[in-house]
């Protein structure tokens, strides 16, 4: 069975420290993976998606994630943490390319940035 | 460029009273449609998704429904709502081939 596991609820980093959001995912074939941002009271914003052309993905306002095959991980960096990153983030699979209607989603990671 | 628009941005029912969402896409052709809720500590759940006019698939099944008059509209109804009905309603759409689903700015729907 297909599953996505976000290791972490909630993280809180420092102004300018870096940030890692860990996401471990299950698929019986080589699945698509994507990271989302919500800020309060808003929809889900793509930041990035990987579909096997190149396994580090660079996304929007400066955030990155590797593809691992062998961890079966898909983790989200950034360099620097901004105020303004502090939000939830969603690790999403689509396990089969092309699917359509069955994305699963991770439980979501908090990130909190202090000043 | 493609925008999607969800409407009322928040909303405040009795228990018993109906529902109406409204989700409408511009600047795409023959999209996938999806509605998702998110209640508080429960993550994204999917309700409905449609592929075309006419057609909805439900995932949940519950008091809500979900119709596609248009091409690019897409509504969640309820004839009675209920107060585990509350939270935040997403509306998506995707363009096959693509698996990538684009969201709505979301309903937030309190019922009392």
């Known amino acids: 069975a297909q599953s996505v596991t976000q290791l972490d609820s909630h993280v809180s980093v420092s102004e300018g420290t870096p940030v890692l959001l860990r996401c471990n995912y299950s698929s019986s074939y080589s699945p698509s993976l994507f990271w989302y941002v919500q800020h309060p009271n808003k929809g889900l914003q793509l930041l990035l998606k990987?579909?096997?052309?190149?396994?580090l993905v660079k996304g929007i306002n400066g955030f990155e994630a590797e593809f691992k095959k062998s961890e079966t991980s898909f983790h989200l960096t950034k360099p620097s943490a901004h105020m303004s990153d502090a939000a939830e983030y969603f690790c999403v699979v689509s396990p089969v390319k092309g699917s359509q209607g069955n994305l699963i989603f991770g439980k979501g990671t908090k990130l909190s940035v202090k000043p | 460029s493609q925008t999607i628009h969800q409407w009322p941005a928040t909303l405040v029912q009795p228990v018993g009273s109906p529902l109406s969402l409204e989700c409408t896409v511009e600047g795409t052709s023959n999209p996938n449609l999806y509605w998702y809720r998110q209640a508080a500590g429960r993550g994204l759940q999917l309700l409905f998704y449609s592929v075309g006019i006419g057609q909805i698939s439900s995932e949940v099944p519950q008091n809500l429904s979900a119709s596609r008059p248009q091409d690019r509209q897409f509504i969640l109804s309820s004839k009675k709502l209920l107060l585990s009905d509350s939270g935040f309603y997403l509306c998506?759409?995707?363009?096959?081939?693509?698996?990538?689903?684009?969201f709505g700015p979301g309903t937030r729907l309190t019922v009392l």
């Open positions: 990987y579909t096997s052309a190149a396994t």
């Open positions: 998506a759409w995707s363009r096959p081939p693509s698996d990538t689903q684009y």
